[in-house]
């Protein structure tokens, strides 16, 4: 049987083609393609089902970020309207099924081995329900509910829920971004746009200005990374600040979701940042952060805490779940 799935996000959308004849659900071919260069999903999915390997697709499943109504998805940060229906009658699949993106990230964690896991705390171990938090372009939340004989991913767009600061600088940040956005939600923060809010309200607050060299940096490979690396290679005293912010911010909201849904049998950070700053995660006390929730930090502490460290798990997540759901 032969699988097409998708990672479809604001920067990128990752498309592979998977065949479960030999040795299981086995990745044959993978492209990446530019979201914002593209008009629509379909026109990047033409593009990938020419390619001369390709062979006659039977299922389709798309990790999508946004929320997925009725198989529906109006995409959060792109101006793209998906429509598995629609979808699977030009393309003439036999079935096709949309997920959002956490979604398919969690059930993505089925396939994934010790390798692709770091573990920041052990916890307990125990069974339970599970959560999943990523950062990246946008702030992506997901469930895994355990029904006492296996787990089933569901759905959450919590990562648009109200941001809540708690100190004289939040407040601050907080009166910065709702002057800019209106609602100031935890994404406005805990995302890759998020460290570039955070960085430019910092240099507000300070009186400063970008130095020459970072300036260069940001064009070279975007505002985010080049706060990130400057933070992660201490050269940059409000770069450090700045990450130092995010990495309390995103410990913070993903103990928040851990206590919302009891996510006993663990917590995952997912997406593209927490990966790359694993060091400034010890540096910030990620852990301590997380745990520091009043009279609940006992239970967060009782809960594994990895991150997942495996990039196409949203792609392994679609497969699995298509594979899963003929």
């Not at 530019?34 to 629509?40: A, Q, Y």
């Not at 694993?278 to 805490?305: I, N, T």
């Amino acid at each position: 049987m032969h699988i097409l799935a998708g990672d479809i996000g604001g920067t990128n959308t990752r498309l592979a083609w998977f065949d479960t004849e030999t040795h299981g659900l086995q990745p044959r071919l993978e492209r990446t393609y530019p979201s914002p260069d593209h008009d629509s999903i379909e026109a990047i999915l033409e593009k990938f089902l020419a390619l001369p390997k390709i062979p006659e697709i039977e299922l389709a499943c798309l990790g999508v970020a946004g929320p997925v109504i009725d198989q529906v998805c109006e995409t959060t940060n792109l101006p793209w309207r998906l429509d598995a229906a629609a979808i699977k009658q030009q393309f003439r699949f036999r079935n096709t099924w949309l997920l959002n993106d956490l979604e398919a990230n969690a059930w993505g964690l089925e396939t994934l081995e010790a390798k692709d896991l770091h573990t920041l705390h052990e916890g307990r171990k125990q069974t339970g329900s599970r959560s999943i938090v990523s950062a990246g372009t946008g702030l992506g939340q997901a469930g895994i509910y355990w029904d006492g004989k296996s787990y089933t991913p569901f759905s959450s767009e919590g990562g648009h829920a109200d941001f809540s600061p708690t100190n004289p600088q939040e407040y601050a940040l907080f009166e910065y971004l709702s002057a800019r956005y209106g609602h100031v939600s935890w994404e406005r923060l805990v995302s890759g746009p998020g460290i570039e809010n955070i960085y430019e309200f910092l240099l507000l607050q300070h009186g400063l200005t970008t130095p020459d060299a970072l300036q260069q940096r940001m064009q070279e490979i975007g505002r985010a990374p080049a706060i990130s690396e400057a933070a992660l290679k201490d050269d940059n005293r409000l770069c450090s600040q700045t990450l130092g912010v995010f990495v309390g911010l995103y410990a913070r909201e993903t103990a928040n979701h851990a206590l919302k849904i009891m996510s006993r049998g663990g917590v995952f950070l997912g997406g593209g940042i927490a990966p790359k700053i694993l060091r400034l995660f010890e540096k910030h006390d990620f852990v301590a952060q997380f745990q520091a929730k009043g009279r609940m930090s006992p239970l967060l502490a009782s809960m594994p805490l990895r991150v997942v460290l495996n990039d196409k798990t949203a792609l392994l997540g679609a497969a699995y779940y298509a594979a899963h759901h003929v």
